[in-house]
Structure formats: structure tokens, C-alpha cells
């Protein structure tokens, strides 16, 4: 089992910048991919980035990519989301998620582990 929880969470004006961490314990040695989804109120939960934990590759949603950019370390089992340029549309509960099978790409469509999420919300 792999437990994450989520930190970096708040309030920003449009235009802003914010930076997400997702730490990872418990049988961290078996994770393949981390990554970031996000959900708002009546919707489903969506892809927004997930990197394949030891090549370091990475994927990213249409709708952030240039602006968001995921990151992680190995050394601390944590995974970082950095955002720029805020936009209210970016709203969101920010969930972390991980799997120990397959890459970043196989994660953006089957997740085993998730994060309780943390609050994004960015004032126009």
C-alpha cells in the first residue's frame, strides 16, 4: 500500500502562481507513476499530469500544458505540481495520485492510489 497526502493548497488571484507537493510513504519502492488529477464540484475527476516515476517522463492535459509543470523526487518519494498563470477555470480540488504498475501514461486512465485532494481556488 502507498499513502499520499497532498500539501500547497490556497487561495491565488488570477495571473499567480502556486506550487502543489504530494508525499508519498508506506511501500513507496513499488511506485511506477505519480501524478495530479482535478475535480470540480459536479463533474468528473480529470487528468491534469503524471510523470513515470523513474524515466522521468512526463504527461500533460491540452488545457495546462505550458503552465503546469510536474516534477518529482525520488530521494523523498514526492511529486511536485507548479502552476503559473492562474486562472479561475483552474478551480479545483487537486487530487495526487499514484500507481505501482505501468507508466505515467497507463496512470492517466487507471489510478490505485489517491490523496484526500487539496483546495485550489483562484479569484479573478
Known amino acids: 500500500q502507498v499513502q499520499l497526502v497532498e500539501s500547497g493548497g490556497g487561495l491565488v488571484k488570477a495571473g499567480g502562481s502556486l506550487s502543489l507537493s504530494c508525499g508519498a510513504s508506506g511501500h513507496t519502492a513499488k511506485i511506477a507513476a505519480m501524478g495530479w488529477f482535478r475535480q470540480v464540484p459536479g463533474a468528473e475527476r480529470e487528468f491534469v499530469a503524471t510523470?513515470?516515476?523513474?524515466?522521468?517522463?512526463?504527461y500533460y492535459a491540452d488545457s495546462v500544458e505550458g503552465r503546469f509543470t510536474i516534477s518529482r523526487n525520488i530521494r523523498n518519494s514526492t511529486v511536485h505540481l507548479s502552476i503559473d498563470n492562474l486562472k479561475p477555470e483552474d478551480t479545483a480540488v487537486y487530487y495526487c495520485t499514484a500507481n505501482d504498475y505501468g507508466d505515467g501514461s497507463d496512470l492517466k486512465n487507471d489510478q490505485a492510489y489517491w490523496g484526500p485532494g487539496t483546495q485550489v481556488t483562484v479569484s479573478s
Open positions: 510523470v513515470t516515476w523513474y524515466t522521468g517522463y512526463t
